[in-house]
Structures are given as structure tokens and as C-alpha cells.
């Protein structure tokens, strides 16, 4: 069983960036795809985007796309969502989560393990 823990986030300007990590403990990190989700306040959790346990695939929300990009360093068990061009419609709680390495979903009810999420908010 892996275990996250989300850090990075803060309070920026609309236009800034932001590099949030999800640090896992466990020794099989490597062999769980990662997910990145969302939840503004009054919203349900949203999905962001997603990387492989190999990091060679990666699939985003279209509001996400060209402006976040999601790696990961199995060597330090942790992946990063890197933020550009943050909108205060970003403002929300970040949310990485874990799955076995059958495939990319978008779904929250794919991943069985969640972190603590950490706060984003941008500012206009």
C-alpha cells in the first residue's frame, strides 16, 4: 500500500506558476499510475490530469492542457504538477491520488489511494 502526501501549493497571482508535489512512501511507487484532481469550493472534485507508473503517458483535462504538465521521479517517489499561467478559476484543493498500473481513467472512483490534498488559490 502507498501513502501521499501534497505540498507546494500557496496563495499566487492569476498568470503565475506553481510546482505541486505528491511525495509516496512505499517501495512499489513506481508500479501505480498517478492522478491529479481538484476541488474548487461549492464543486464537486474534478479531474486534472494523470501519469503512468513509466511517466511515458500522460492525459489532462482540457482546461489544463498547454498550461500544467505532470512528471514524476521514482527515484525520489514523487510526482510534480507543474502549474503555468494559473487562472483564479484554479483556486481550489489539489488532490493526487494512486491506481494500479492497468491504464489512465479520469474517474475518482479509479484510485484507491488519496493524500490530504493542499490549497491553491489564485488571486485576480
Known amino acids: 500500500q502507498v501513502q501521499l502526501v501534497e505540498s507546494g501549493g500557496g496563495l499566487v497571482q492569476a498568470g503565475g506558476s506553481l510546482r505541486l508535489s505528491c511525495a509516496a512512501s512505499?517501495?512499489?511507487?513506481?508500479?501505480?499510475?498517478i492522478g491529479w484532481f481538484r476541488r474548487a469550493p461549492g464543486k464537486e472534485r474534478d479531474f486534472v490530469g494523470a501519469?503512468?507508473?513509466?511517466?511515458?503517458?500522460?492525459i489532462y483535462v482540457d482546461s489544463a492542457k498547454g498550461r500544467f504538465t505532470i512528471s514524476r521521479d521514482n527515484i525520489k517517489n514523487t510526482v510534480y504538477l507543474q502549474m503555468n499561467s494559473l487562472k483564479p478559476e484554479d483556486t481550489a484543493v489539489y488532490y493526487c491520488?494512486?491506481?494500479?498500473?492497468?491504464?489512465?481513467?479520469?474517474?475518482?472512483?479509479?484510485?484507491?489511494?488519496w493524500g490530504q490534498g493542499t490549497q491553491v488559490t489564485v488571486s485576480s
Open positions: 491520488a494512486a491506481r494500479g498500473n492497468s491504464g489512465l481513467v479520469t474517474s475518482s472512483a479509479g484510485y484507491g489511494t
Open positions: 512505499g517501495r512499489t511507487f513506481s508500479s501505480y499510475n
Open positions: 501519469i503512468s507508473w513509466s511517466g511515458g503517458n500522460t
